[in-house]
């Protein structure tokens, strides 16, 4: 009897694996698909400004939405070709599991348990560090001050684990309130549900034009992690990956080589530069490589400039988010962002 129970498991056992492991959602190759359907698919941040806000004309903007035109761009020859669709942070990586997305482009941050599960960044798009803001009248000037404070943020951040670490590390008591996402976490702290509120410093950055009284808030001088922040696609779309990891890695590269969307035909035209000359395909064939047509980097950098251009345009300092380049800035100019060779 017992012996006849066992067998039965087993073979209830083998059909489930037989059954959910093949029936698993299989994507089809997502570059192939971006091409028959004529557009890309991006998730994006449903409201942040400079990253992805919709501005007094309706459109939705941002450095986000850059690198989405800019993947039209180079994909497809066309960087209009693009549809749009907000997500939240606990909605995104589902999505782009089930392949209801071709690409997340949003402020989610790069960690292990994220990229084993069924997803893959691409590579990092923008570092952050972890920041809090308080109310001015709080008197709170440093993190030290937040002992026994309510602080805010979103279920499922990075912040919730680095807050908890931080907090228990330096032996300092807190009660962490946690709300389905950053937006919602925001407006509680502008309701003053809480003492304080965390996310990226950028993230804060942009979130601050939410804020009826910016006067009335500090953002504190502590960074407590590092963030890296990219683009993230399904598991197992390596020519999709390398198409939007190249992609972005041109962008850079535009700029170390000082190519700008205002002088990108006079470039492709006339430089004698080897490495601009394989970028633009007038030598070789790394488009082709990529799956793309040899005017792939061009496209996108006529679409959108070059790395520096898109930074400034949405986030740099004649912004109303003022953020200086910091990490993100050239690795030859004190920051971290660098394109591999492009050859
Ligand atoms: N970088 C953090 C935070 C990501 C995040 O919350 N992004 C904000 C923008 S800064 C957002 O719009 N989230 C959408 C949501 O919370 O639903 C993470 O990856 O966990």
């Known amino acids: ?13 083998c059909f489930t694996f037989i059954f959910f492991g093949f029936t698993g959602p299989v994507l089809a190759d997502v570059l192939d698909n971006v091409k028959s359907r004529g557009y890309v698919h991006c ?32 994909v497809l020859g066309d960087p209009k070709k693009i549809k749009l ?6 909605d995104g990586f589902p999505s782009l599991r089930a392949g209801s997305l071709d ?14 599960g069924g997803v893959d960044w691409v590579r990092t798009m923008t570092y952050d560090g972890q920041a809090f803001i308080v109310r001015k009248d709080s008197g709170v000037k440093k993190l030290a001050d937040l002992d026994g404070a309510t602080i805010c943020t979103a279920q499922g951040s990075t912040m919730e684990i680095n807050t908890t670490d931080y907090f228990r590390k330096h032996n300092l008591k807190m009660e962490l309130i946690t709300y389905k996402g950053m937006p919602e976490a925001f407006e509680a702290y502008i309701a003053k549900r809480c003492d304080c509120m965390t996310t990226g410093a950028i993230g804060l950055a942009a979130n601050s034009q939410k804020l009826p009284d910016p006067e009335n808030h500090i953002i504190l001088p502590e960074r407590i992690s590092m963030e890296p922040i990219g683009p993230v696609v399904a598991h197992g779309q390596s020519r999709w990956g390398d198409a939007v ?21 006079e470039k492709k035209k006339g430089s004698d530069n080897p490495e601009v000359k394989r970028l633009f395909g007038v030598t070789g064939d790394l488009g ?3 799956g793309l047509s040899n005017d792939w980097a061009y496209n996108a950098i006529k679409a959108v400039g070059n790395y520096g251009e898109i930074f400034d345009r949405h986030v740099g300092p004649n912004t109303p988010l003022k953020l200086d380049r910091g990490l993100n800035a050239l690795w030859n100019k004190g920051g971290l962002m660098l394109s591999p060779p492009i050859r």
């Open 288 to 290: 082709q490589r990529l």
């Open 103 to 116: 690409i997340l482009v949003h402020r989610f941050t790069w960690t292990l348990s994220r990229d084993a």
């Open 245 to 265: 990891r190249w992609i972005l890695n041109a962008l850079i590269a535009a700029e170390e080589l000082g190519v700008t969307q205002a002088n990108v035909d």
């Open 85 to 90: 669709t907000p997500v939240r942070l606990r």
């Open 43 to 74: 998730g994006v941040a449903p409201g942040l400004p400079g990253f992805s806000s919709v501005n007094n004309k309706g459109v939705r903007v941002g450095f986000d939405i850059d690198l989405c035109h800019a993947i039209a761009a180079a």
């Open 1 to 13: 009897m017992k012996k006849d129970l066992k067998a039965n498991m087993i073979v209830v056992l």
